[in-house]
């Protein structure tokens, strides 16, 4: 959410992803989107010289929270209904999250923006997606990324890098070159067969293309 700054919100990539969104529904698409807070705080970098990695987690997922807020605010000013719901306890500022809410909130034709991945330290926003999109019982997780895929070595340190259409779940597991998602969240994808597409949501109308089914970035599956 940092968009062209090194860090804190950037609203004209929140306005741009608004823009998105309002395709995809359109499509008729339902939509449950989890945003994490690594634009302010990483738990696992902030933590040390006295802060716990509990606090680091803790004050990550309060990142979310306000990356959500923010999100949820910019949507809904592109007349997007939408809810911000959180796994962390505020009620002054956001619905808590549960099942059934998330669940009337989509049959309700609203977008919902979960924050707080799953309030539990140790688990990151990826973990957090593929949990939450089992529980939603989602067709799919898609990954955002700065990149349009996986591939088969660091494009940007080699020049003769290829992008991979396909992956399997057991080579995206065990292969520690592919990071575009934390080797839980791929594990957890994989027990359950829950597809993983990566792509640069960056690139107007990819979003879209997904949801029509047209090959965008990789798939993990």
């Known amino acids: 959410m940092s ?15 608004a823009e998105e969104i309002k395709k995809v529904r359109k499509t008729g698409c339902q939509l449950a989107i989890v945003v994490g807070g690594g634009n302010m705080v990483r ?6 010289n006295g802060i716990r ?7 990550g997922m309060l990142s979310g929270l306000i990356n959500s807020m923010a999100l949820t605010d910019i949507f809904e000013a592109h007349d997007i209904s939408t809810r911000c719901l959180s796994n ?11 099942f059934r809410r998330a669940i009337k909130h989509l049959e309700n034709d609203r977008v919902i923006i979960i924050a707080g991945g799953i309030g539990r330290p140790y ?27 996986v591939y088969d ?12 259409d396909q992956v399997s779940f057991q080579q995206a597991v065990e292969d520690n070159a592919i990071k575009v998602m ?21 690139k107007p109308g990819n979003i ?14």
């Open 53 to 59: 990695r509990v606090t680091g987690d803790q004050m």
């Open 43 to 48: 738990g696992a970098q902030i933590a040390g």
């Open 123 to 149: 688990f990151t926003h990826d973990t957090a997606s593929v949990n939450l999109a089992l529980e939603l019982d989602c067709q799919a997780v898609l990954k955002a990324s700065k990149v349009d895929g």
């Open 88 to 98: 962390i306890f505020a009620d002054q500022i956001a619905e808590s999250y549960s």
């Open 153 to 164: 070595m660091d494009p940007h340190k080699h020049k003769k890098a290829q992008k991979l």
């Open 182 to 202: 934390d080797k839980a969240a791929m594990g957890l994808a994989m027990e359950h067969q829950m597809p993983l597409i990566v792509f640069d949501a960056m």
């Open 3 to 17: 968009g062209s700054f090194d860090s804190g919100f950037d609203t004209k990539t929140a306005n741009y992803l």
């Open 208 to 221: 879209e293309r997904i949801v029509k089914n047209q090959a965008v970035g990789t798939t993990i599956r």
